[in-house]
C-alpha cells in the first residue's frame, strides 16, 4: 500500500492534485478541505494516501490531515459509500462538522451534501454512530480546545453521565451551557450551568 507521496506540486485544481516525484507524476483525488491546505504550484507537498484498488483500475486518494483520512476510511466502511461519495461529504463537511452532525443525528446536514440522499444519510449516522467521540464531536464545536479544556469537557459529561443521563443528552447539556457562557472554565461550574439549562 502507498501510504503518502511527496513531491513537487505542479498541478491542483478543487479535486485534483498532480505530484511530481523524482519524474514520475502522480495524479491524486482530494477534497476542498485538503485543497485549501496546499501549498502553491511548485512547492513541496507531502499528502497521506489512501489507494484503492480495483479489478480495473487503481486510484490514489490524498488528504492533508490524518483525522480526514481516518474518516474517509470509515465512509468507505459505509454500506453504498464508495470513495467518490465519501471524498464528496468531506469536501460539503469538514470532520468536525461531520462528526458532530454524526453524533446528533443531524441526517438534514448530512443530506445537504450533492450526492447524498436521506437514506444514506442515515446509514452514515447508524453506521459510524459508535465509531464517533461525543467529546471530539463537542470539542469541535467550541472554541478554544486544548488538552484541559476537552478534560473539563469529558469530566462534565462523565459527571451528567454518573447523574443518569444518557450521554447524548448529556453532550447536548454540556455544548447548551458552552453557548450560554463560552469563557466558562471550570469544570463544577459548567456542571451546574449544564443541570441548570436542562
Not at 443521563?165 to 450560554?180: E, G, I, S, W, Y
Amino acid at each position: 500500500m502507498i501510504a503518502f507521496v511527496h513531491g513537487k506540486l505542479v498541478e491542483k485544481t478543487p479535486s485534483t492534485v498532480i505530484l511530481d516525484v523524482q519524474g514520475v507524476g502522480y495524479e491524486l483525488f482530494i477534497s476542498l478541505s485538503t485543497y485549501d491546505r496546499l501549498p502553491a504550484t511548485g512547492s513541496d507537498c507531502r499528502l497521506l494516501t489512501y489507494h484503492h484498488i480495483r479489478e480495473d483500475t487503481q486510484v490514489l486518494f490524498g488528504f492533508a490531515q490524518a483525522e480526514e483520512k481516518r474518516m474517509f476510511e470509515r465512509l468507505i466502511d459505509v454500506n453504498g459509500v464508495g470513495p467518490k461519495l465519501a471524498l464528496s461529504v468531506l469536501s460539503g463537511l469538514t470532520v468536525s462538522e461531520l462528526v458532530a452532525a454524526i453524533a446528533e443525528s443531524n441526517v438534514k446536514r448530512i443530506s445537504s451534501v450533492h450526492g447524498v440522499g436521506k437514506k444514506t444519510a442515515e446509514r452514515i449516522i447508524v453506521e459510524l454512530r459508535d465509531k464517533v467521540d461525543p467529546l471530539e464531536a463537542l470539542a469541535g464545536r467550541t472554541v478554544g480546545g486544548g488538552d484541559a479544556r476537552n478534560a473539563m469537557l469529558r469530566d462534565a459529561i462523565l459527571a451528567l453521565t454518573q447523574l443518569g443521563f444518557p450521554q447524548d443528552q448529556a453532550r447536548k447539556m454540556v455544548q447548551a451551557a458552552l453557548d450560554a457562557d463560552p469563557a466558562v472554565t471550570d469544570t463544577e461550574i459548567l456542571l451546574r450551568k449544564a443541570l441548570s439549562s436542562k
